[in-house]
Structure formats: structure tokens, C-alpha cells
């Protein structure tokens, strides 16, 4: 396969549009059913490999040079550093709070103030507060998010349901939140403002969280919770006060600051550290096996390496050494190196025009209110799956639909929140795309096993297409159509 000098691209069949799709479809199927779980920690991203080199294959038959089309893969690996960076700084912050006690003071004060009969109810609306308060659904899952795992696991409720519950209430504040980097993005591509449009998509937000609040009540495990033996067992081993949670007080404050999310994660682990080296400098330095180095050097080398690897503990209790050994930078490699093959292949396919072949006949045949909303939305879920990326499942189809709304003579803020209400809750059920793996690699629960009770995701895009039926909140533009 010789490089063409430059790009004389040519429009893509319909059925060369289709082969990159259904190679990964096919790939990332085959990677689940021989491996299952398994599969994201080398076999998915062989497949989303192979799945890049057939779209490579198909761009240059179609006359992209192999160049532009190594380039747009560059390109797009590189717009994910940033969420590879913050992967890093939960993997760091986990194994910092692990060692510092800070997860386990959430832990003990959380099961003496949360019952099975409501936990899952109550942590969904936790996690949207927050998340409405700082605008990032990785923030509130990277770290309430990982107390709420502990609590769940101590008090032998469904890890899954726990998770979905997290993720609901995050992205529900990530899709209404005038903090959130997605909100801002859906209604700049638009064209909206951006309070215009959080109070259009807050609207079929709210019906999809309140849905979801009924499941997870329902979900909740009537009886009695005794605590006393566990509450016991933290007390032995790890001390508990009010003080632990700095860090998390810490990255709050900076994240209502708008200091970027990893200079504010990052500076929760390394204010982890800090708390764990002051207030237990015998377990840091018991933990870095440092006995014969002086005493500060012995407590840098333990903060040292729960950052990169992670803390673990063997005190002979089964349920606290499973809550306390985790994190660490090195425990999300795997979930890095899944999320740059995906950008790899969506970074691909869209320089080859797939998505463009696939989408523009949809766009020109739809002509009713109830089928365009139902066309952008399954083209933003196509994008979410297809590309990996939440940022791309919102500009592409953003783009691409905006001249149909406004033939139609719809106000642009009804794009802004068919976009915005579905790509950004929907990227956590795609396994291979960066926020699936992120939360699958934080929560600690495989993503396919926690989006059956993820409800808040599915029900955002489906109480948009059904606004559109019912033709309610979807208004008109001055100058458009009546």
C-alpha cells in the first residue's frame, strides 16, 4: 500500500461507510464474548486497533493520503490527554485517600448515617448536587463517587446499582450545570446562550432524574442495617476523624473555583498525602517499608508510592484490606490505553467522512418535528459510539443538523438541547468510550454491568424525543416557520 501525495478524497459509498462500523461492532462483540470483563485490559483495544487500520484502509481507498490520515489519528489521541491526565490524578488520589483514611472515614460516617432502604436514592441526589455545584460529572464520581463504592460494599449492597446511581446523579449536573465544559460546548456549537439553553435542557433533565429517583427507591433493600461490627473494625485499624476530610473539602473549594479537574484532583491526592504522613506517619513509613532511611525521607517515599501504585494493607480483616488496597496512577493504564485506541479510530472515521455518509441522507429525508429530534438523537448516539468521544458526539451532529432546524423554523436552543441532553449522558454506557472506561475504571464496576440500571443516561435522549411528540417546549424562531 503506497502514500498518495496528497488528499483527493472521494464521497464514501454507503456501504464503504458502514464496513469501519461494523468492523468494531463485530471486533469489540467477539472481544466481549471470548473475554468478558476482561476484554478492556488488552483485548478491546486490539480490536478498536484492527477496527482503526480497516477505516485507515477505507480513507486512503477513498483518496486520503496516509499522512492526513495518521495525522487526524494524532490529532485526535491528542485532544484525550487531558482526560488521560485526570485518569492519572484519580488513580493518585484514590491510593492517597486509601492510605490517608480518608475513603474509610466516608465509609464509617456514611454507614452510620445512610440505610439500604434509601442509599441508592439518596446517592444519586448527593451526586447531583454536587455535580450541579461543580459542573463535572469525573469530579463527583472520582471522588464521592469512590466513598459511596465503600459504603455500598460495607453494607453488601449491589456495587452496579450503586455505581448507576453515582453516575445518574454526575451527569445530571453535567448536563445542566453552567460549570460543565459539555453545557458550554452544546450551546456554543448552537449558536444558544448558554443560561437559554440550560433551562430548556434542565427541563427533560429533571423529568429523566425524577424517573430515575423511583427506580432507586424502589432498588432500595428494605431491613435493617447493622453497622456496629464494621463501625468496630474501622476503629481498630484506622482512627477516624472529621479532619480526613480535607481533601475532599479541598477539591471542592477548587472546583467551585473553577480551577481545572486535575489540578483540583491532584491536589486532593496530594493533600491525601499530607493528612496520611501527618496524622499516621507509622503506617506511611510501615507501608513504604522504610524503616532504615530518616524519618521524613521514609514518610516522602510511602505518600510516593501510593500516588503511582496504589496503597494496600494486609490487617487480617478481609472488608477493610478490600477497601483500603486500591488507586493508584498505575491502575488506570489500562483505561488510558483504551480510551487513545478509541480516539485513535474516531479520529479515523471522521476524517474519512463515515459518519458524514451515514448521517447526511437521515438529515435530508426527515421532515417532521417527532423524527428530526429522534434523528439527532440516534446520530448523537451513533457519534458516542463510533467515536468514542462526548465532544465529537456533540459538534458533529450539532453541525450537521443546524441547517435542517432552522428549515424546519425551530429555535436553535431545541438543537443545542437534543444534543446536550443525550451525548453527554450516553457516553458513560459506551465501554470503550473515555467517560465508560473512566468510570468503569474508578467506580470499579464494569460499564455493560452497570448501564442496565443506569436510567438517568437512557431517559435524557428518550424525554427529548418525547417532548418532540408531544410537541411540548419546542419552541420557535423569530423568523422561522410557524
Not at 423524527?371 to 457519534?383: D, L
Amino acid at each position: 500500500m503506497s502514500e498518495k501525495g496528497g488528499d483527493q478524497p472521494r464521497p464514501l459509498g454507503l456501504v464503504e461507510a458502514i464496513v469501519p462500523v461494523a468492523s468494531l461492532i463485530v471486533l469489540v462483540s467477539l472481544s466481549y464474548g471470548l473475554f468478558g470483563d476482561a476484554g478492556m485490559s488488552g483485548p478491546s483495544q486490539v480490536a478498536l486497533t484492527v477496527a482503526t487500520l480497516i477505516a485507515a484502509f477505507v480513507a486512503w481507498r477513498n483518496g486520503h493520503s496516509l499522512a492526513s490520515v495518521n495525522a487526524a489519528a494524532v490529532e485526535s489521541v491528542s485532544s484525550g490527554i487531558g482526560a488521560v491526565f485526570i485518569l492519572f490524578a484519580v488513580g493518585a488520589l484514590i491510593g492517597a485517600w486509601a492510605m490517608s483514611g480518608t475513603l474509610v472515614a466516608m465509609v464509617y460516617f456514611g454507614i452510620q448515617l445512610l440505610s439500604p432502604n434509601y442509599f441508592y436514592l439518596t446517592t444519586a441526589i448527593v451526586c447531583a448536587v454536587i455535580s450541579s455545584s461543580i459542573g463535572s460529572s469525573w469530579t463527583t464520581a472520582g471522588t464521592i463517587g469512590v466513598g459511596f463504592m465503600g459504603i455500598a460494599a460495607n453494607m453488601g449492597l449491589d456495587p452496579a446499582i450503586t455505581a448507576a446511581a453515582i453516575i445518574s446523579g454526575a451527569y445530571f449536573g453535567d448536563t445542566t450545570s453552567p460549570l460543565s465544559d459539555s453545557t458550554n460546548l452544546a450551546s456554543g456549537t448552537v449558536g444558544v446562550g448558554l443560561y437559554e439553553h440550560i433551562r430548556e435542557t434542565a427541563l427533560s433533565s429533571s423529568i429523566a432524574l425524577a424517573l430515575s429517583l423511583v427506580l432507586f427507591w424502589w432498588l432500595g433493600r428494605p431491613g435493617d442495617f447493622d453497622a456496629s461490627d464494621k463501625i468496630a473494625a474501622i476503629r481498630e485499624f484506622f482512627p477516624t476523624s472529621p479532619l480526613l476530610f480535607i481533601p475532599l473539602a479541598l477539591v471542592a473549594v477548587m472546583a467551585l473555583l473553577k480551577f481545572p479537574p486535575f489540578a483540583a484532583i491532584f491536589a486532593g491526592a496530594l493533600a491525601g498525602g499530607v493528612v496520611a504522613a501527618v496524622g499516621s506517619p507509622d503506617r506511611v513509613i510501615a507501608f513504604a517499608d522504610a524503616e532504615g532511611l530518616p524519618r521524613i525521607l521514609g514518610l516522602i517515599k510511602g505518600v510516593w508510592l501510593a500516588l503511582a501504585n496504589g496503597y494496600e494493607t494486609h490487617t487480617g480483616n478481609a472488608a477493610i484490606d478490600q477497601l483500603v488496597s486500591r488507586g493508584g496512577m498505575d491502575s488506570m493504564l489500562n483505561t488510558i490505553w483504551l480510551v487513545m485506541t478509541a480516539l485513535a479510530f474516531g479520529g479515523v472515521v471522521e476524517k474519512a467522512g463515515v459518519l458524514d455518509r451515514l448521517i447526511e441522507p437521515v438529515v435530508a429525508r426527515t421532515k417532521s418535528t417527532g423524527a428530526m429530534i429522534s434523528a439527532t438523537v440516534g446520530s448523537v448516539v451513533s457519534a458516542n459510539l463510533v467515536t468514542a468521544d462526548q465532544y465529537i458526539a456533540i459538534v458533529l451532529p450539532a453541525r450537521m443538523f443546524k441547517p435542517a432546524f432552522a428549515r424546519l423554523g425551530f429555535a436553535p436552543v431545541v438543537l443545542s438541547r437534543a444534543v446536550g441532553a443525550t451525548a453527554t449522558p450516553t457516553s458513560a454506557l459506551v465501554p470503550w468510550n473515555s467517560c465508560g472506561a473512566y468510570m468503569a475504571a474508578t467506580l470499579g464496576v464494569g460499564t455493560l454491568h452497570y448501564a442496565p440500571y443506569a436510567l438517568f443516561s437512557m431517559l435524557s435522549p428518550l424525554v427529548v424525543v418525547a417532548l418532540a411528540f408531544l410537541n411540548i417546549r419546542m419552541p420557535r424562531s423569530a423568523s422561522g416557520q410557524g
